[in-house]
């Protein structure tokens, strides 16, 4: 491959354009198409970017130059995009949640096998330097109980947004909360059995529970839970918190701080935060995905978790991972 990282981008929305302003700063990347189903936003970010602009996937992904593409769509909108760079081989990274339902996404994730691809979901909380931190005090520690919470205000606004419908996004489980769900296991393990309760008390206008209390099993052993609202004016400090009590210690994560107690002792570090997309980039440059902490096979677990919840508040009773995913208990 040239030193240049030739990267195209589908979708231009809000969180595409994060990624895109951090690839524009990256010397070894070089962005030279973007495309998106809404033609101003496509040109838009065209301008910004001397790209080539595109209305359909299909056209950008047929230039026969991408080293890479950014697949920055609604959950809804998943599917053909990552079959289509599969197909042509180009190695993507796909914002989370990766599909709606499980089959597609462990469609996708064997197809990316078998092709041996490089790809990398958009977990960035994962390449935060709380959390090298938070793993190196874990390391080998017996976690008993991890206390989970995705509180924001997200709610508000037009009822007839694809967020706020369940058959477009999953509700706030699959769209925002499997930030907190993948974190749990990135630091405390596996999850084993969630058992869930959904309730609508405020937002009387959307079809997606506004507040989700859910109990966790670890595989390790460990207790959890997770609660989660987007229904109150509250903005977003309360978003993605994590407690875990281990040994004689507590340790509360967030992205930006990380404080920890142990023997009367408090310490606290903010660490530089991680860059998914250098991440990313560099690993396309040298043909090596070790870097990547996401990669697409382990994002299907995450999203497994999240319908797990869903199904649990569905049923009124435990739901196992396994079952989910379609593995027996005894594998």
């Known amino acids: 491959m040239s030193e240049i990282v030739k990267v195209g981008c589908i979708g231009c929305g809000g969180n595409a354009r994060g990624h895109i302003g951090r690839v524009l700063g990256i010397p070894e990347a070089k962005i030279v198409g973007v495309c998106d189903v809404v033609e101003d ?37 998943h599917g053909a995009p990552e079959f289509d760079a599969i197909e042509r081989g180009i190695p993507f990274l796909v914002e989370k949640p990766v599909a709606l339902e499980m089959a597609m996404a462990q469609e996708i994730a064997a197809r990316v096998e078998k092709r041996g691809l490089i790809t990398a979901v958009g977990y960035q909380l994962r390449y935060a330097g709380t959390v090298d931190r938070a793993r190196e005090l874990l390391a080998g520690k017996r976690v008993g109980l991890v206390v989970g919470k995705y509180w924001c205000d997200s709610g508000a606004g037009d009822p007839s947004r694809w967020v706020r419908q369940m058959s477009r996004s999953g509700g706030q489980l699959v769209e925002q909360a499997t930030h907190t769900i993948d974190m749990m296991r990135y630091l405390v393990g596996e999850i084993e059995e969630v058992f869930c309760v959904s309730v609508s008390r405020v937002l009387d206008q959307i079809d997606c529970p506004d507040f989700n209390a859910i109990t966790l099993k670890f595989k390790n052993g460990a207790a959890g839970s997770l609660t989660t609202s987007w229904a109150s004016s509250i903005g977003w400090s309360n978003a993605n918190v994590l407690d875990i009590l281990y040994e004689n210690a507590l340790l509360n994560w967030t992205y930006g701080k990380l404080t920890v107690q142990s023997d009367g002792a408090v310490e606290e570090t903010s660490p530089n935060v991680g860059d998914i997309d250098r991440v990313f980039i560099d690993a396309v440059q040298r043909g090596d995905a070790a870097g990547i902490r996401s990669p697409y096979s382990d994002a299907v677990i995450s999203l497994a978790v999240s319908l797990a919840m869903n199904q649990s508040a569905r049923e009124g009773r435990p739901t196992r991972i396994d079952t989910v995913l379609g593995v027996s208990q005894g594998n």
């Open 41 to 77: 936003l496509s040109r838009a970010a065209a301008n910004d970017t001397g790209a080539s602009f595109y209305t359909d996937h299909r056209a950008l992904l047929d230039r026969g130059d991408l080293d890479a593409v950014y697949i920055s769509v609604p959950v809804f909108a």
